[in-house]
């Protein structure tokens, strides 16, 4: 997706190499930022890191024409030491650090009652403990630095009750105190923290339950405009609380869902 935005010198970090992430890893870099991204799976590291053979997922970096580079790490995200030692190694690739987006995320939908412990225990380390131990390193850089944008994926989900999705909404309402917290923490240091959260958006986590019979018509049907979000729909948000325009503006989560919270 090409961006007008101009975030030429910003060095970025990008948790989740992922659908909306691979979105705004492509769009940071083509306004010009240099990006590392983290993420475990080799595949979806190659494929953001590969642009005309000059994007690098194995730690050399790469010029994308006129924009910036893009750096792939593997990592666990699940380990409090492994999200430690990413952003410490990020912010040796990329000399400081501007801007963070934590675009990780996982699902299992079933009911409470039929939601095993180690469920419920890896969703949790997935969506949350990770956003809090990466967030934690980021903080640890850009408030004695002075600045810093931070951005958390969150989702509608952390604010509707959806059927069988207590521990993903649960994670994400975690996600949406976690960032009002640092925001207030870290507000008279110059960094703010807010989240985007989506409405129900067309990626690989959603493809196989949106072919289920009559599932993405029932879905659609709940948005007031017409469709499903789509990982390009959530690029401006991102950038935009990740620029110098959204300065003055912290701990708010901006919801992108075509209206699904109003109905």
């Known amino acids: 997706m090409k961006t007008t935005w101009n975030f030429t010198g910003t ?31 080799a595949g979806q ?8 053979g000059t994007r690098d997922a194995g730690g050399t970096g790469g010029s994308l024409g006129a924009g910036g580079t ?9 380990s409090a030491d492994a999200c430690h030692d990413a952003v410490t190694d990020a912010v040796g690739f990329l000399g400081g650090l501007d801007v963070f987006v934590h675009a990780v995320g996982t699902n299992d939908r079933r009911p409470v009652l039929e939601t095993p412990d180690e469920v419920w225990e890896r969703l949790v380390a997935i969506n949350l403990s990770s956003g809090f131990w990466l967030g934690r390193a980021v903080g640890n850089v850009m408030v004695p630095g002075g600045h810093g944008r931070v951005v958390y ?30 925001a207030r923490e870290w507000a008279p240091h110059g960094v ?4 985007v959260a989506p409405g129900y958006t067309e990626t690989d ?4 339950y949106l072919a289920e019979p009559g599932m993405r018509a029932s879905m659609e049907a709940l948005v007031p ?19 110098a325009e959204a300065a003055f503006i912290t701990g708010q989560v901006l919801y992108a869902d075509g209206g699904r919270t109003l109905v």
């Open 11 to 41: 060095r970025a970090l990008v948790a989740g190499a992922g659908g909306i992430g691979s979105a705004v890893i492509d769009a940071l870099a083509d306004a010009g930022a240099d990006v590392v991204v983290l993420d475990r799976d």
């Open 45 to 52: 590291l190659a494929e953001v890191t590969r642009t005309g």
């Open 70 to 78: 893009v750096r792939g790490l593997s990592v666990d995200l699940t």
């Open 153 to 182: 994926l969150s989702s509608v989900s952390g604010l509707l009750a959806h059927r069988d999705h207590a521990p993903y909404a649960a994670t994400k309402g975690g996600i949406n105190q976690l960032m009002r917290v640092m």
């Open 192 to 195: 703010t923290v807010n989240a």
């Open 205 to 208: 986590l959603t493809r196989a």
């Open 225 to 243: 405009a017409g469709r499903l979000g789509r990982p390009e729909d959530l690029v401006g948000p991102v950038l935009f609380l990740s620029s």
